[in-house]
């Protein structure tokens, strides 16, 4: 109402006249006027202060509208055109089951700061002004932690700066709104938080529409957001139209510290928006349309295929809880990386081989779905061989890498240096020239060495160990390892790839294999039916792995079960795969 004052003076004069003084002194402009100018006031929040002293508030609205003028939070529908505030009951009610999980918190060192919403497995959403620690065009710093906790519980730090970032304005900053759309030109209050590590699959993620929506008044709204850190659900309220401004909405969900950063759904639950905060009682939202070309391409790259589900078109054979592996893979393949490749190994050695020759065939698989060129070269350590490193050395060669003849390192024969020296100077000479030949074809050479089945003597141990250190320093060359538990390997080790960022040596992502979870199957099909149909229905994805794991009923140890009992799980897991097959063809 102040800013309708301020803004329209000629419809506000005459609403004065139209008002019902009751006997008292009407006001006037040029007396409201002159009373702020003798106490320092702004005359349009006198104006409404006096009427509201008066009780004529409502009845100075009512003669404002009736005008024509319409009142910030009122919204601006035009004449013949009906509120749309209706919703599907059947979108809505899926809806109500995707949104929450998409939901996080965000933590600034170690503190509840505001809301955030996944839009990629890796990407989260969220306000500027959340994570920001001193005002907009300063330095941010010192660079703050940043915590986000899924609906899953689990805790992911963020890497900072965001991948992407739009300050809020300076006024905002300090709380004051804006006036004009040129008051907030380039500032979003926008932040894109890249996690260390990846959500899991099935939390699912806010899809953000192309063309980005815009808003409109008097749509329902939804909004997904922690107000004080609770959960009371999602809000659901109402938009509306700013006067003079439309970088900015209102909305009246109610809110609270916290709620910042959350994901604002329309009527339709397409994604319109993330909550700023609250001015003069009522929320304010910035719509999507005005950062959606800036966050697109990240979002679009974080959603990008990256995991496997199965090995053949048919899908039968199926991957299951590799999504480690097949993360740690593609970080392999950056030109430049600190992920050299990864080392699988076993939850219990007892366990024979499970799951470690199937590495090779994801691998495999993986590496003819990219468009760089490669070699894969398999090290079967499934016989004893007099010289391991001249059996690697042709190993290449088949694999069609043109090498020089080997020379013998100066000074490193067997004969001339103990047998762990030549091995490391021989090593090197083979790495060395390796690479040099993947540089000159402009390829990158993947080694997967197979976990021993015949007794390694100590020639051949230091061979391997040292071929692996040598590897790690060539950066044309690539390295999975499996088993080979009880090797002491140089080079780095890393929990997920996210943890090798930044300055450092180079090393292997480790992988425990050996036995799944219930979350992994959620994975498995939400991946599945995100690909074959387009979506996912996490309550049809969640009764299809319990229906998946009957077998199992009792057999878990801390939710965890053997990789053992997998066959009759892929069995009702490929049923599954079959219906959604069914059902993307119409049939």
């Known amino acids: 109402m102040v800013d309708a004052v301020r803004d329209e003076p000629a419809a506000a004069a005459k609403a004065l006249e139209l008002l019902p003084w009751n006997g008292t002194q009407p006001l006037t402009p040029e007396a409201i006027r002159a009373a702020a100018d003798l106490l320092g006031n702004d005359p349009a929040e006198m104006w409404v202060d006096q009427l509201a002293a008066r009780s004529l508030l409502e009845a100075f609205a009512h003669a404002l509208l009736a005008q024509g003028i319409a009142l910030e939070g009122e ?92 300050p809020c304005s300076q006024a905002e900053f300090e709380q004051r709104p804006p006036r004009a759309d040129t008051d907030v030109a380039g500032g979003h209050d926008v932040a894109l938080l890249m996690l260390k590590t990846r959500a899991p699959r099935h939390l699912g993620y806010a899809r953000l529409p192309r063309p980005a929506p815009s808003a409109r008044s008097g749509t329902s709204m939804f909004l997904a957001h922690f107000p004080e850190g609770a959960d009371p659900g999602l809000g659901v309220g109402h938009t509306a139209k700013i006067r003079n401004v439309t970088a900015r909405w209102r909305h009246d969900v109610h809110t609270d510290a916290g709620s910042s950063g959350g994901a ?57 809880g590799r999504d480690l592996f097949v993360e740690s893979v593609s970080a392999a393949g950056e ?17 024979n081989q499970v799951g470690l020759g199937y590495s090779f065939d994801i691998l495999q698989e993986l590496l003819l779905r990219r468009r760089d060129k490669h070699a894969l070269v398999r090290v079967a350590n499934d016989a004893v061989v007099p010289d391991l490193l001249a059996d690697i050395r ?22 001339q240096t103990a047998t762990e020296g030549a091995s490391r100077a021989t090593a090197n000479l083979l790495t060395m020239a390796v690479n040099g030949a993947a540089e000159a074809a402009g390829t990158t050479v993947w080694f997967f060495v197979d976990n021993p089945t015949v ?26 390892l499996t088993g080979m538990e009880t090797f002491t390997f140089a080079g780095q080790q890393f929990a997920t790839p996210g943890a090798a960022a930044g300055e450092g040596a180079p090393g292997l992502v480790v992988e425990f294999v050996g036995s799944f979870q219930r979350a992994d199957l959620l994975n498995f099909l939400t991946q599945v039916s995100d690909e074959l149909t387009g979506d996912t229905n996490p309550t049809e994805v969640g009764l299809a792995a319990d229906r998946a794991l009957l077998p199992l009923k009792g057999k878990d140890v801390n939710g965890f079960f053997e990789m053992a009992g997998l066959p009759p799980v892929l069995e009702e897991l490929r049923n599954f795969v079959t219906l959604l097959r069914e059902r993307a063809s119409g049939g």
């Open 264 to 320: 604002c759904f329309d009527n339709a639950t397409a994604f319109v928006g993330i909550h700023q905060g609250v001015w003069d009682k009522r929320g304010v939202m910035v719509p999507l349309e005005r950062f959606i070309a800036d966050v697109a391409p990240h979002v679009d790259k974080d959603i990008a295929p990256r995991q496997l589900w199965a090995l053949d078109d048919a899908g039968t054979r199926l991957v299951i």
């Open 75 to 166: 919204p601006e529908v035009p004449a013949g055109v009906e509120w749309d505030d209706h919703v599907s009951p059947e979108e809505t009610s899926e809806f109500m089951v995707k949104a929450p999980l998409m939901r996080c918190r965000v933590f600034v060192n170690d503190f509840y700061k505001g809301t955030g919403c996944l839009v990629g497995p890796g990407l989260v959403l969220t306000a500027w002004h959340v994570v920001a620690v001193a005002a907009p065009g300063q330095p941010q710093e010192p660079a703050p932690t940043i915590t986000v906790q899924l609906f899953d519980d689990t805790k992911h730090e963020a890497f900072m700066p965001p991948q992407f970032a739009s």
């Open 335 to 351: 030109a430049v990386t600190r992920v050299r490749g990864a080392w699988v190994r076993r939850r219990n050695i007892s366990s």
């Open 455 to 480: 007794p390694l003597d100590e020639a051949s141990r230091f061979s391997l160990e040292s071929f692996v250190a040598a590897v790690l320093t060539q950066p044309r060359l690539r390295l999975v």
């Open 394 to 415: 042709e190993r290449v060669v088949a694999a069609g890498v043109d090498l020089p003849p080997m020379p013998t390192a100066e000074g490193a024969a067997p004969t």
